[in-house]
């Protein structure tokens, strides 16, 4: 299996567990405020859906060598309005769209060469460091598990 292969795998995988998560939430849990987050459940699996065309996007740059030029205030600022946007949002609009986009992303992973793996390009989130566009397909999995756990935590699951 190819790297690209293996990491759209690895990110089908995390999302089915995230959804599968999602599916099981009674409402009252779906709305218990995930500590440290300081969202409920259903913003915070939400946000990973959402989240899923943010990295896709990133991913894209940098195949090509780009720069991302989000800053941390940026996503700050992007997550702030998720929340009030989303507000309410349901069980089955969010799991349409981690379907949606998380799919979405697996292709994209999928279509990484081995030499567009490792392109980078300057990463602004993290003080302009460079990132391979390999290593971001690694963050659109390692994310939404982290996201999950403290979720799950929450909810006395983890």
């Not at 259903?42 to 065309?53: K, M, R, T």
């Not at 279509?111 to 980078?120: P, V």
């Not at 390999?134 to 909810?155: C, D, F, I, S």
């Amino acid at each position: 299996m190819s790297s690209a292969e293996q990491l759209a795998v690895d990110l089908e995988v995390a999302n089915s567990e995230v959804i599968a998560f999602a599916e099981s939430c009674s409402p009252a849990e779906w709305e218990t405020v995930v500590p440290g987050e300081e969202w409920t459940v259903a913003l915070v699996i939400h946000h990973i859906a959402a989240s899923h065309q943010l990295v896709n996007g990133w991913i894209g740059q940098l195949r090509h060598g780009e720069a991302v030029s989000n800053t941390r205030d940026d996503i700050d600022d992007q997550n702030a309005h998720h929340a009030s946007d989303f507000v309410g949002v349901s069980v089955e609009a969010t799991v349409e769209l981690l379907r949606a986009n998380g799919a979405v992303t697996a292709a994209t992973i999928r279509s990484l060469t081995d030499e567009e793996l490792e392109r980078s390009g300057a990463f602004a989130p993290a003080d302009g460091r460079p990132i391979t566009a390999g290593q971001m397909a690694g963050v659109a999995t390692t994310r939404p598990r982290g996201h999950l756990e403290h979720a799950a935590g929450a909810l006395g699951r983890g």
